[in-house]
């Protein structure tokens, strides 16, 4: 690929329940690993959510109950899904807004604590949206010139952003090659906590991006709403929110000494 790699760099693509980050389970996720050597692993696992899988869902992806009544609960599976991308960067297909979010959910429910602290995405949706506004299966048409078999099969899907992503970084010579930039590149906005509760405002501050306190300071409205931060924290919010929000108020708290 033409892009500077500073470390492994992990696509990945999830079938879930639903589009609920806070709510919906995974149902199968792939991870194509590329080192900045070049050499790639990859792997898919079907997962037992745990609960029935809607027919909405199902009629998308085409995994029922049936198929994953005998495959582990992702609680079983987090353990190998986190070694395998805990020392990369993340890449997919919408990521940003749903792959990710949801996976670090996943993940925090399986008590395993996930950030992004150390690690950059790039979400390649964004880069065809910048460029040429279409969906999954048509960028891999246009870009590799291939018809997408399977797809919203977790591996189809994982497979053809990968290849998009090199074809992309062939066809449009002004797409920085270094993965921070590029991260950058393809960010939407300036967001704290994956699902965009929590932003950054033009002066790096967080503010609340939702309902009655939008746009004002988080520290603000902590500091004179006692009552908002435990009705996140009991309420239906993505928990990597809730942790966000917990150590903001933990650093308002320091700083007071």
Not at 10 to 22: K, V
Not at 53 to 75: C, M, R, Y
Not at 98 to 109: A, G, K, N, S, Y
Not at 150 to 158: K, P, Y
């Amino acid at each position: 690929m033409n892009i500077q790699l500073h470390k492994p760099i992990c696509f990945f693509d999830l079938e879930t329940t639903g589009i609920d980050i806070a709510k919906d389970k995974i149902v199968e996720i792939s991870i194509l690993k590329v080192y900045p050597n070049g050499n790639k692993e990859s792997k898919t696992w079907l997962v037992n959510p745990g609960r029935p899988i809607p027919k909405q869902a199902s009629d998308v992806h085409g995994i029922t109950d049936e198929k994953v009544a005998n495959e582990p609960l992702f609680k079983e599976l987090a353990p190998q899904i986190y070694n395998m991308i805990k020392d990369s960067d993340l890449a997919g297909f919408n990521s940003d807004r749903f792959d990710i979010p949801l996976l670090v959910e996943e993940l925090l429910r399986a008590e395993i604590d996930f950030d992004m602290k150390n690690r950059v995405a790039v979400d390649i949706q964004t880069i065809f949206h910048k460029k040429e506004e279409r969906t999954l299966s048509a960028a891999y048409k246009f870009y590799c010139g291939k018809t997408l078999d399977n797809a919203h099969s977790a591996s189809a899907d994982t497979e053809a952003t990968y290849e998009i992503f090199k074809s992309q970084l062939e066809r449009y010579d002004d797409l920085p090659t270094d993965i921070r930039s590029l991260s950058e590149y393809t960010s939407r906005k300036k967001s704290v906590d994956f699902a965009g509760f929590i932003a950054l405002n033009e002066e790096g501050k967080e503010i609340f991006s939702f309902g009655k306190y939008k746009g004002m300071l988080v520290e603000e409205i902590l500091e004179k709403d006692l009552g908002y931060y435990a009705w996140i924290q009991n309420a239906d919010f993505p928990l990597y929110t809730k942790k966000v929000l917990t150590a903001i108020k933990l650093r308002q708290f320091a700083n007071k000494f």
